[in-house]
């Protein structure tokens, strides 16, 4: 591995056990104490980690790793999967609930943003759509 690599990962690192964790922090206490404002600025805190993610990718002219889309995948999963159980449970306030809205809408943009910016509007499709072989019999 070369020092750039290693460079990158720590910076990488830094920033999301910085500003990730503070976010999750502020997220998670403005649920607890049904604050919108202190879940929004959760909430813009991850948003700046995940910024500052894509600026280090930037600088070292990298994208993100596999294993880092595996885990942002995965960890939108699961916050996707805990929202919708919480409102299926009924137990949610509306504090809690426009929360998740906020969090999640923010996400799903700052994804199809970085995908657009990244690849642009045809290249980011195509990453996802995949074509399969037209075989001679298909037209029948």
């Known amino acids: 591995m070369s020092t750039l690599n290693t460079e990158r990962d720590l910076l990488v690192f830094s920033i999301w056990a910085v500003l990730g964790f503070a976010g999750l922090a502020f997220l998670l206490e403005g649920f607890t104490r049904d604050s919108y404002f202190v879940c929004l600025l959760g909430t813009a805190l991850i948003v700046a980690a995940f910024v500052a993610h894509i ?3 930037f600088l070292f002219q990298q994208g993100f790793r596999p294993g880092e889309t595996v885990l ?5 999963g699961v916050l996707t999967f805990t929202f919708i159980a919480g409102v299926l449970s009924g137990s949610m306030s509306m504090v809690d609930y426009y929360s998740g809205l906020t969090l999640f809408s923010i996400l799903i943009v700052g994804f199809i943003a970085y995908l657009s910016t990244r690849h642009g509007l045809r290249g980011a499709f195509s990453r996802f759509h995949v074509k399969t072989a037209v075989s001679e019999d298909s037209g029948r």
């Open 55 to 57: 600026i280090v990718n």
């Open 72 to 76: 942002g995948i995965g960890a939108f």
